[in-house]
């Protein structure tokens, strides 16, 4: 029998991204809710990244794949892509490590996050989502200007870094029977399994897609990436249609499920979140709860763990989408 190649991370990636992050990256809170518990029939344990440096988990990869650059590479800049979490994330990393950063935006990404993005220092290119290829656009502008290319979740480095915030929630809560993760390309939830696998062998992973972006659901049931029509779905941050090729190699071997949530279940969970937890979550940060919320990751274990993964969104749109239907 063949040996199983190696996956492009492991739990001494994450420990060694853990150490560069000490002092840079927030540490951030585990919220408990008896009335979330009693609700879903466990005992839930949220690690609310949406209360992390530019409000959501990206810039502990972002970070972390910056601070690993040859200082020749960082005197030359950086450039990304993104929806607006890692654009964010990589703004407020270029700064911090004293170099510059070109951010290749979709025209519809939140003005939040647009705005904050230009507030970290960077550059903002923008492109239609739904006609132009933003990975394309950035090698170009990249290649063009002498940058460094620091993708949103497809590289080593920024997967390590995202996995640090499971890394931190077993280290304070302990065992956990399931870790419940967001999915776009797949980075959290690939750092999040190598971390919990590395520490808990027995532990169960299952990620959240929204419903109209299902591109992982359907790649691990393929056993090969498969490619899904761009999703409209109010999850900005998982509005993606192909799993990278990086992520995809640990997420096929250490996640052992997918849920789906829709837009209006997502609603819900950010209304619960605002209403009975006290704290905002953007869609894509709150698909995980929703998948509690609406039974949608079957029968929950004892102790179950979340990754809440963000909290970027400006006040009228929170407004909009948890107002009560008419």
Sequence with gaps: ??????????????????????????RTPVLRSRTLDGLVGAEVFLKCENLQRVGAF???????ALSRLAPAQLARGVAAYSSGNHAQAVALAARELGTTAVIVMPEDAPRSKRDATAGY??????YDRYTGDRVVIAEALAAERG????????????MAGQGTAALELLEEVGELDLLVVPVGGGGLIAGS????????????????????G???????????????????????????????ELTFAVNRRLVDDIALVSDDEIRDAMRF??????TV??????????????????????????????????????AALCAEPA
């Design 58 to 64: 990206k810039f502990r990869g972002a970070y972390n």
């Design 147 to 158: 940058l460094t290319l620091v993708p949103p979740y497809d590289h080593p480095d920024v």
């Design 193 to 212: 399994a190598t971390a919990a696998k590395g520490l808990r062998p027995g532990i169960r992973v299952t990620g959240v897609e929204p419903e109209a």
């Design 1 to 26: 029998m063949t040996a199983a190649a190696p996956l492009p991370i492991t739990l001494d990636d994450v420990l060694d991204a853990a150490a560069r992050l000490k002092g840079v990256a927030h």
């Design 273 to 278: 979140a605002f209403e009975r937890l006290k």
């Design 281 to 318: 979550v953007e869609p894509s940060g709150a698909t995980p709860l929703a998948a509690l919320l609406a039974r949608r990751a079957g029968p929950l274990p004892p102790r179950v763990g979340v990754i809440v993964s963000g909290g970027n969104i400006d006040a009228a749109r929170f």
């Design 214 to 244: 299902d591109d992982t659901r359907r790649s691990l049931a393929a056993g090969r990436r498969v490619t899904v029509p761009v999703p409209r779905t109010i999850a900005d941050g998982q509005a993606l249609h192909t799993p990278g």
């Design 121 to 126: 220092g960077a550059e903002i290119v923008t």
